[in-house]
């Protein structure tokens, strides 16, 4: 078994649940009964937001395992860059909104607690549509 191959390969299984905790914590805090949403949705965003640090940690890692086994980053360009730019864009703005809603949910109307989790959702959304194009164009 080559080790690099073993290496791409766990830190595929992180980023994959990374992809399952942002997509299920943004539809589970989208969808929970509004009569429970203090700590169902406290716990959707905490699935939020460690999926996304999970993401971002795997996304890196991805290149980090690249760049010790060829001694370059992967070579990607037009649409996988773009994509790969989509994907760090959401990562940033779920890790930052995700933290958000922990730290001021409290503060916040009913309508902008479910502005909050849809654009979570799209966010997932588009990161896992941006990840087929990254895949599929490198």
Known sequence: MDAQDLAYALNQVVHNFGAVSVTAGAAGGRWAAWSVAGPVHRRMAWLALVGWVAQSASGAGFGVISYA??????????IALAALSLKIACAAFGFGLSALYLARE?????TQR???WTALLV????????????????
């Open 106 to 110: 409290g503060n916040w109307s009913q």
């Open 123 to 138: 966010c997932a959304a588009v990161a896992l549509a941006a990840a087929a194009f990254l895949r599929w164009f490198s």
């Open 69 to 78: 086994g060829y001694g370059q980053l992967p070579d990607i360009h037009g």
């Open 114 to 116: 479910q502005g909050a």
